[in-house]
């Protein structure tokens, strides 16, 4: 899994299993959280957020989870395809706000093997 | 509806030496901002701009300036170059920054290597 502060680590997985990608967060505070998708030569892409009144946010074959209690966050990847091959970050953030400063974790490595 | 667009994609620059970087965000979006992705030290906050102000900056030296138009356009300077700045910067836009549902967008970045 992924904790802001870490090397990144890497998962690996064949295709068409379940992937998932922990984060740990730091600030108890924080309550909206981002995972992005980074491809090699791209920038981060928009995954999919939850609020933190949500445990649980469902979108197209991803799924995120919320546990505030111990500050954990993680992200389901249902029938992973190589094109899922990524980095991949949470983000956690305070809402609302004046400022819109996003803290991003060091990201989690996702090996996806035809 | 076109995506964040940041322009040069590609810099190689040798020390002592300045450049800036032009970012144009998503139509519509008023909030920009800027980031430093590194191996070491991952995607660092750097400014982000708000209807040409800047409301939040990171802790960066003095090196590292921008700026945002009255379009919302951005571009940032960095000044007196060193080697340590190599890196992806990446630029990325927003909504209505602070609030829910508005992620930010980014673009593919410039990469920039001092020599």
Redesign the interface.
Known sequence: GESVGLH?PTLSVQEGDNSIINCAYSNSASD?F?W?KQES??????II?I?SNMDKRQGQRVTVLLNKTVKHLSLQIAATQPGDSAVY?C?ENI????????T????TSLIVHP | KAGVTQTPRYLIKTRGQQVTLSCSPISGHRSVSWYQQTPGQGLQFLFEYFSETQRNKGNFPGRFSGRQFSNSRSEMNVSTLELGDSALYLCASSSTPGHYNSPLHFGNGTRLTVT
């Open positions: 990144l909206y981002i992005y030569g791209k920038g981060p892409q928009f957020d609020r970050f983000a809402v609302p706000g004046g400022s819109y400063i996003p991003f974790g060091r990201g």
